[in-house]
C-alpha cells in the first residue's frame, strides 16, 4: 500500500488519501471506537494506514476544525471529550437549523419521502416497544435517517451539509440509552406529530414540532 501511495504524494491523489483517512477515522470516533482522552500520534497512524505523514496531517487538521479532536504542540492530537456547554452549543444549532429545515421540508418533501419518512417512523416505534437487544443502537440508525430525510426533503444542499456535520458531531454522545420510557415515548410522539405536519404541508406546525423535539432531546443530554 505505501508504494501505491508513494507516486500519488501529491496534488490530487494525496487529497483523496487524506479525505480517506479523515473519514475512517472520524467514523471510528463517531461510533465510539476512538475513546475521548485517546491520543492520535502521526507516527502510529502513518503505519497503521500505510501512508506518510503528510495525509495523516491532513486528516487531523479536519477533525480538528469540526471539533472531535485538539491539537497541541509537542504532545500531538487527544480525543475531545464533551463539556455540557459542548452539549448546549450542539443542540442551539440544531435547535435553529433543524426547525428551519423541517418548514422548507413541509413545502417540499414529496410524497414518496413522506412514506419512507413514516416508515422509519413505524421501525422506531417497535423498538421501543418490543425492546430486543441493542434496541437503543437500531433506534438511533433509524432517528439519524428519519432526521437526514427531512432535512434533506428541505431542499436545500448547504443547509443539508451544516446540519448533517453537526448531527455526526453529536453522534459521539447522542445514545437512546439516556432515554427513559416516558421520554422515548415522547420523542415518538413529536416524530408522529412532524409527520402529520408534513402532511399537511403546514410549515408553522412542522418548524414548531421539531424546535420542541430539538429542546426536549437537549433536557435528557444535559
Known sequence: MQNQFCRGESGAILGDIGTDVYNQLREQLVAGEIMAGQLLREESLAERFGVSRTPIREALRRLQVEGFIEIAPHRGARVLGWRAEDIGEVFALRGVLEPHAAR???????????????????????????????????????????HA??????????????????????RVRATFQRYSTHELDRSMSHHRE?????????????????????????????
Open 104 to 146: 422548507q421540508a413541509a413545502l417540499r418533501l414529496s410524497d414518496d419521502d413522506l412514506v419512507v419518512a413514516r416508515k422509519l417512523a413505524d421501525g422506531m416505534e417497535r423498538f421501543a416497544a418490543d425492546r430486543p437487544d441493542g434496541f437503543e443502537d437500531q433506534i438511533a440508525s433509524l432517528n439519524n435517517q428519519f
Open 149 to 170: 430525510l427531512i432535512v434533506s426533503g428541505s431542499g436545500n444542499y448547504r443547509l443539508s451539509e451544516q446540519v448533517q456535520s453537526i448531527m455526526e458531531l453529536a
Open 194 to 222: 412532524l409527520l402529520d405536519a408534513l402532511a399537511a404541508r403546514d410549515p408553522d406546525w412542522a418548524e414548531s414540532v421539531m424546535k420542541c423535539h430539538i429542546f426536549a432531546a437537549r433536557s435528557v443530554y444535559r
